[in-house]
Every structure is written in C-alpha cells, then in structure tokens.
C-alpha cells in the first residue's frame, strides 16, 4: 500500500476539555494482552459474587480491580484476587487499599488517567457510605467508566446488621450513578456487562452501580450462563467507542475544577441531563443484549402478570430476589380473591424510570409498593411511584408496605398480608401512611 | 539531570493567571517543579483541596497549569492535572501511575509519564495521613510534594498538625488563659521514612539548587519521594510585602524548620542548620516577623531586638526547647540508613 493511501491520522484532538492525543494509548495492545477466560458458552454454578466477579474478569478493558473487603461483597475481590494469583501471564492486576474511601478516590484517578478502560470495585453498606464524599464527585465527573458493583447490605451499625437490604444504594440515589438492580445470577451475570456500556456513552458519560441484595443474591448459588470473552468484547465495543474527550495520560486537560455558584447550576444542568439520556440509550442497550445473546437484557423493571391491555385491580412494585416470591404465588392469590393481580420489579432505579412506570401502573386500580429499607417517610419506592403517578386525572391510591427490612424473610405469608392490604384498599378502606409486615402480620 | 541555570530556561508547567497572593511560596515551589518537570516527560499532577488548587483551577478563570503551546507530536510537554477531594492526592496520583504502568506493561502505552501528587499540610497531615502514609508504604513510583504553611489557609488560617507551638491560628487562637497552639508538630519526616519513602526531605525552594536538585532526583526514583515544602503565608503568618525568602530561610536556619534531605541506603543531612543553637540565629529573629507569634514576641524600642513579652519568657522557652529538639531529631534521623 501506498504511503499516501493512508488518511492522515490527526495527532492531536482539541475538545472543550483540552487537548487529545490521538495515538499515545493504543488500545488494540491492551485487548490483545487480555488473556479470555471462556472461548465459548459455557455453564456452571455460581453464586451473585461469583458471577458479578466472572464479569468484571471477562471485560478486557477491566485490568486493576482496586478494593476494599466487606460483607456480604468480599468474595467479589477474593475471587478477582484468586484469578490473578492463579493465570500466568495475565495483565490484570488487584489493588488492595487502605479504606473504601480510597478505593473510590483511587477510581478517580484510574479513570481520569485513561477513560478507555473500566475501573470496577465492589462494595456494601457502610464501605459505600465510606466512600460518599468521592462517590458524589465521581457522579459529577464524567468518569462513566466506573462501576461500584454494591451488594446491598443494611446501613448504620447501630445496630450492626450484615444482610442484605438497598438501604445502602437507596441512601447514595443522589451520589449522581446509574443504580440498576438486578437479581438472580444471571441477571447479575448479565448487568455487570451491560452497565459500562450505558455509563460509556459519550452522551451519558455518568459512572454506574449496578446491584444486587446482600446473602439472598450474593451468596445463593444458581445456574449461570457465561459467554465467550470474544462475544463480551464485541458487544461492548458498539457502545464503546474510544472516549472523545482527554485523560490525564492521552490528553492536556484539568480535572475536577472549583466554580462559584454562578456557574456550578450550568455544570448540574448538564450532570442532569447526561443522566436523563439514559433512559433513552439503556433499553436500546438492552435489546442488543437480548440480540446478541439470546437473553432480556437491561431494563426498566420486570413485568408480570400485565394482560396485552386493559386494567388491573392490583398492581405490585417492588425489587429484589423477594420478589420472586410474589410471582410465585400471583396467580393463586388473585384466583383465590377474584382480582387480577401484576407487578413492576424495578431494575432502573436512578434515574428513575417514571414514564415507563406512569404508563404501566396508570392501568392499575390501586399499587401496593414493597419497600425493604428504612426510610424517614412512607418509603422510597412509595415517593418514587407518587411522583411518577403525579398528574394523570385518576391516580390510583398507594398502598405502602416496608417489608425485608435488614434482610429479613419475606415470607409467603407476609406476601399474603401485604396483597390484603391493597384489596382492602381497593374496597375502599383507609390504610395508614405506611405498614411494616413481617410473618405475615403487619407490626 | 540538568544545571540549576538550565533548569531556569525551561517551561514550567505554573502558567500567569494563579490568584495565590502575591508572595506566597506556594507560587515559587509551582514555579520551580514546573520548570524540573519540563524534561520531556509527560506530566501529571494531582492536587488537593487547598489555596494552591482553589487559586489555580478555578473556572471560568484561566487554569493557571500547561505547557504553553508545544506541537502534538510534543508529547514530552503534555501537561494534566486532577483534583478531586481535600486529601486524595496521593491516592489519585498512584492510580494515575499504576495505570500507566499497566499500559505500558502490554506495550499500549510507549512513552512514559511521571507523576507529582501536591498537597497542603492540612490535606497530608490531619484528613489525610492514611492516604498519604498508605500511598508511600506501597511504595508508589511519585513524587509528592507538601506544601508545609502551617495552617488550613485555605479555609481561613486554621490550626494544621504542622503548626509551630504558640502560633496564633483561627482555631487556637491566642488570648489570656491560652497562648496560641499548644500542640507540638507531628514528626511528619519520620514517619515518611517509616512508612518507607525512598527519598524524604524538607527543603524550601529559597535554596534554589538544592530544591531543583532534589526534585529532579524525586523524579527519577523507583520508589516514593516525598518532599515537604515549608511555605511562608504571607497572608496568614502576617508579615510584610518582600520577606517571603528571607523568612525562608530564616525559618531553616534557625531551627524551625531545618532543610533535611534523606534517602534510603545512603542516610541523610541536615543543611545549613548547625546542631548548636548558639551557631544558629535566634528564633525570635523569625517569630518577630510574623504578626501570627506577636502575642509572644515583641521588639525592644530601644534596642531594636525581638525579646519575649513580658510574661511570655516561658512559653519562649518551651518552644525554644521544641526547636532544639527539632534540630537534634532531624540529625538522628539522618544517620538512619534505612
Ligand atoms: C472533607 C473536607 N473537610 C473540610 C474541607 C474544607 N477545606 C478545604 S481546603 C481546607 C484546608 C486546606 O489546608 P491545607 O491542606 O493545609 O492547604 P492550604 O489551604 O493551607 O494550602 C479545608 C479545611 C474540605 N474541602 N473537605
Ligand atoms: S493564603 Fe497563604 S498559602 Fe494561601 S495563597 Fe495566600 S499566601 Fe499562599
């Protein structure tokens, strides 16, 4: 080939960020050093760490896993940690650090230095709180090639409780990540993948936190789908193109700046607004997954029980592995009572899909919302769906129960209970402000 | 390594356009490392929360850090620079250099990089001595510079683990029942050395050669180096327009805080600091300066000599004894080797 076949490649890319230089990183060496861990589908047991770990060691752009133990989110780095010990070779590398605080400013300054790759730790309870002070800068940054897997565990250690509730994750939705639930292994499996490809965008460019319930999830084995490194590596790589912007090592640039209040709502409008595009771009995510894997990919909640069209007399919301439990005896129960009975498991938490749920539960004769974490009010699912019903000319009543609370049973009884209560309220009882079930009687 | 005159001539990555008050250190030290660090390396600085970043990085003000207007293919002059919070520096700039190593580990990154962590001395030594001692105990391949003035200036002159006894802070303020900081100053040299640095020192850029010296052979290391940089505040240690330099290396040479530079395997020395303190100037020389001890100094009208305030001659004592102890802790630790 001719030399000046060769379209000149710009060395140097001037953006309102500072300057990148095109070729100093090339990425192509950094793929090729990735040593797969599966050439092809393959199917074994795991529990929620073990495969939210499998995940993080499949993406080839993950290379330092940095982190911090805590349980029920240890055995994520033990297992990254057991990978590295175990492959000759491989260019990945764990560090372990002082403090879940410095795993987070750690992640700022990995990210920062090259926004190519992904930096993914992960974390509960009071380690995320730990890291708070940098969570909310990461949230602001830009840096969308984060991700803090949070194995959610009840906050405050007064009393200390090790299981798992979202206390944790619904304590940090103003952190300023993409907070997606997901349960069962797979879909952990599954998320884990799909996450940096949302918070990569170069529209959302907003760091992510997908998560999943503490002992129920983390530590329960299931069946597990892998796939291939190669197909992971393909998928991701539509919604990862190298970042347009400047790092610290491909770029001259200055990071994390201060403003006067002056400007700082201009730099909020648009922290806002990236976030917001990912209610447009994360179904879009989804379908490829479900394309090119065969499997539903991300989304805004699970739907069950919802007819083509039409009303129904209750509607559940709720999220987590407790849910299953509902669906598991849905159908009995609204047999059993004559009404016609669906549920929303959310898996979008923030943003918070409120059309998609306005449209959904605007069907519904009354919600009945599960909430499993502590909250100073009537819930923070409860205000969620509020505001997402704010507006339509009938707004069904809420019904709002708190149940699971530090990872308590939800047994089928308290299921049974909770449902009572929205068809009490469905026959026109008044219900207090909020209930907190357990064994199957409200406290 | 380049000569002190030559090192002059380079770019410094500290451009015009800072609002550090005129005659604060914290500008000279920017200044100099700016221009050590223009030797065909890239470049990247970490920073914490403190007058030096909030007087440099503040939008829509210039950002007063860059290597001017170098071609592309220049990238021995790329310049980046982060802050993220009050006491991450440390811990940004050894993600910074673990991610370059790793990148260049499979040859996707060719050219190397160097990295310098900046803090105050409020951001290493009270919110931030884990970060700090953890990054040097893993012995991260940067160069971290404290810039030592005594105080959260920042925030308005409060008390910082590095304040001199009896100096007058917003938060220990001098008044009848309290002379001002009671607390001796954290050993912050010691334990650099013990946390495992390669190379430790406290030294002012007022000593231009050994400064530069010294920063270019932090630069150079396989391990950690961390230099602490005392930095008269000439805004919060109150004293007059031009003596910036002079309170420098006033404040070394009499005691307070001696140049000292160290590395492992070869021991250390203190400079320009004799052992006794007859052969040092007194420290009223350098309290009487500085509005900030004028609560335990003042100047004899007729005599023209700083003396203590009458009632205070015990609390000049005590410190003089502090400064001595100073002075004699620094010469142990120079015989350490490792
Ligand atoms: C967690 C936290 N606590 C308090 C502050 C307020 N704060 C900002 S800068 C600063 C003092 C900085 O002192 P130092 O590191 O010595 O730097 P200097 O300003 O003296 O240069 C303080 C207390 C903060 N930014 N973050
Ligand atoms: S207050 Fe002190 S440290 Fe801060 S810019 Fe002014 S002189 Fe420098």
Not at chain 1, 4 to 23: C, F, H, K, M, W
Not at chain 1, 77 to 101: D, F
Not at chain 2, 304 to 314: K, P, T
Request: with cysteine; hydrophobic share 40%.
């Amino acid at each position: 080939m001719n030399s000046r076949d060769v379209a000149p490649q710009p060395l140097l890319n001037i953006t309102p960020s500072g300057a990148r230089y095109e070729s100093v990183i090339d990425l192509e060496r950094a793929r090729a050093a990735h040593l797969p861990l599966h050439t092809e589908r393959t199917e074994i047991t795991a529990d929620g760490n073990t495969a939210a770990a499998i995940a993080s060691l499949q993406m080839w752009r993950c290379m330092i896993y940095p982190g911090f133990p805590i349980t029920p989110s240890t055995k994520w780095i033990e297992t990254v940690a057991a990978y590295v010990a175990s492959t000759p070779g491989t260019p990945k590398r764990v560090k372990l650090l002082e403090a879940e605080h410095a795993v987070a400013d750690y992640m700022v300054g990995a990210a920062a230095a090259c926004r190519d790759l992904i930096f993914v730790t992960a974390t509960s309870s009071v380690g995320l709180d730990h890291m708070t002070e940098t969570t909310r800068s990461l949230g602001a940054s830009g840096l969308g090639n984060v991700m803090i897997i949070n194995v959610y565990r009840a906050t405050a250690n007064f009393p200390l409780c090790i299981e798992g509730d979202p206390s944790d994750t619904l304590a940090h939705r103003d952190d300023g990540f993409i907070q997606i639930v997901a349960r069962g292994k797979q879909q952990i499996y599954d998320t884990v993948l799909q996450a940096p490809c949302l918070g990569m965008h170069p529209d959302v460019l907003t760091p992510t936190m997908p998560g999943y319930y503490g002992i129920k999830s983390s530590h329960r084995n299931a069946r597990l789908v892998l796939e291939p490194d190669a197909a992971i590596g393909a998928f991701q790589d539509r919604w990862m193109a190298p970042c347009p912007l400047p790092g610290l090592i491909n770029g001259d640039t200055a990071f994390g700046n201060c403003v006067t209040s002056r400007y700082f709502q201009g730099f909020k409008v648009a922290q806002k607004r990236r976030l917001e595009r990912a209610l447009e771009l994360l179904p879009q995510v989804g379908a490829d997954f479900e394309r090119t894997f065969g499997r539903p990919g991300l989304a805004f909640f699970d739907a069950v029980g919802w007819p083509e069209k039409g009303e129904v007399d209750l509607a559940v919301v709720s999220m987590g592995p407790d849910f299953g439990t509902f669906e598991a005896l849905r159908d009995a129960w609204a047999r059993e009572h004559g009404m016609s009975v669906a549920g929303l498991a959310i898996r979008l938490l923030t943003p918070f899909p409120r059309e998609a749920v306005r449209e959904k539960l605007r069907r519904a004769r009354a919600v009945l919302v599960v909430n499993q974490a502590h909250h100073a009010g009537r819930g923070h699912l409860t205000l969620d769906v509020a505001d997402a019903l704010n507006g339509l000319p009938v707004v069904p009543p809420i019904v709002s129960a708190f149940a699971g609370i530090g990872g308590a049973d939800v047994s089928e009884a308290t299921w049974e209970a909770m449902l009572d209560s929205g068809r009490r309220s469905l026959a026109g009882e008044t219900l207090p402000p909020y209930q907190v079930f357990h064994e199957g009687r409200s406290l | 390594m380049s000569g002190y005159k030559e090192t002059a001539t380079h770019d410094s990555c500290f451009r015009p356009g800072s609002t550090l008050c005129p005659g604060c250190m914290e500008s000279v030290a920017f200044q100099n490392l700016g221009r050590v660090t223009d030797n065909g390396v890239k470049t990247i600085f970490t920073i914490g929360t403190s007058c030096g970043e909030v007087s440099t990085l503040a939008y829509p003000n210039v950002v007063a850090w860059g290597r001017g207007d170098a071609p592309p293919e220049m990238f021995g002059k790329s310049f980046s620079i982060i802050h993220n919070v009050f006491e991450s520096a440390p811990t940004l700039a050894e993600a910074v250099r673990d991610v370059s190593d790793v990148l260049t580990g499979c040859g996707a990154l060719e050219r190397p990089v160097q990295v310098v962590a900046m803090s105050g001395d409020g951001g290493a030594f009270a919110i931030g001595l884990r970060g700090l001692l953890h990054t040097i105990y893993r012995r991260s391949r940067i160069t971290m510079m404290v810039l030592v003035n005594e105080f959260f200036a920042n925030t308005g002159f409060q008390y910082s683990p590095a304040a001199t006894p009896f100096s007058d802070t917003s938060t220990t303020p001098a008044g009848k029942a309290i002379p001002g900081n009671m607390q001796k100053p954290l050993d912050y040299v010691h334990l650099a050395m013990a946390a495992g640095a390669d190379l430790v020192a406290q030294i002012s850029p007022a000593y231009g050669k050994l400064f530069v010296k010294t920063m270019e052979k932090s630069l150079s290391l396989k391990g950690t180096a961390v230099v602490f940089v005392p930095a008269p505040c000439i805004s919060g240690w109150k004293y007059d327009d031009g003596q910036t330099l002079e309170l420098a290396l006033l404040g070394a040479r009499c005691g307070i805080f001696p140049t000292f530079v160290w590395e492992r395997g070869q021991g250390g020395s203190v400079k320009d600091c004799p052992r006794e303190a007859t052969e040092r100037p007194r420290i009223e020389e350098f309290l009487g300066m500085q509005r900030r001890f004028a609560h335990l100094v003042e100047r004899d009208r007729e005599t023209g000599a700083i003396r203590a305030r009458a009632g205070q001659e015990a609390h000049l004592e005590n410190l003089r004894g502090w400064v001595q102890e100073n002075v004699e802790r620094l010469y142990a630790l120079g015989e350490l080797k490792k």
